[in-house]
Nanobody
Framework: LVQLVESGGGSVQAGGSLTLSCVASGYTDPYSRQCMGWFRQAPGKEREGVARIYIGSGSTHYADSVKGRFTISRDNAKNTVYLQINSLKPEDTAMYYC????????????????WGQGTQVTVSS
């Protein structure tokens, strides 16, 4: 059973930082987790992609709205992907989801076949 478990969310003040983690387990086919991404869904809004990383090469891709503040990284020895968020803004308040896929040139949600349950980030002004 493939599992993606996110952690690291919380309530922070604007201007602060958080690092989210996503641990992957249960993979029998490594090709099903060639890339991993972070998505978020704010209340009343559609889920949007924020960052993606290829597990092998470390190649990254970011949504324009988060470039310069969000950093995605991975620790392959720990099967973990991270999302560092700096200079948090109230509009970053959302449920953040980790996802995995085989081929993810961008942040198209249908390219990601496995999803975690999410971790909540709340930013107060």
């Amino acid at each position: 059973l493939v599992q993606l478990v996110e952690s690291g969310g919380g309530s922070v003040q604007a201007g602060g930082s958080l690092t989210l983690s996503c641990v992957a387990s249960g993979y029998t086919d490594p090709y099903s987790r060639q890339c991993m991404g972070w998505f978020r869904q704010a209340p009343g809004k559609e889920r949007e992609g924020v960052a993606r990383i290829y597990i092998g090469s470390g190649s990254t891709h970011y949504a324009d709205s988060v470039k310069g503040r969000f950093t995605i990284s991975r620790d392959n020895a720990k099967n973990t992907v991270y999302l560092q968020i700096n200079s948090l803004k109230p509009e970053d308040t959302a449920m953040y989801y980790c996802a995995a896929g085989s081929w993810c040139p961008g942040l198209t949600q249908s390219d990601f076949g496995y999803w975690g349950q999410g971790t909540q980030v709340t930013v107060s002004s």
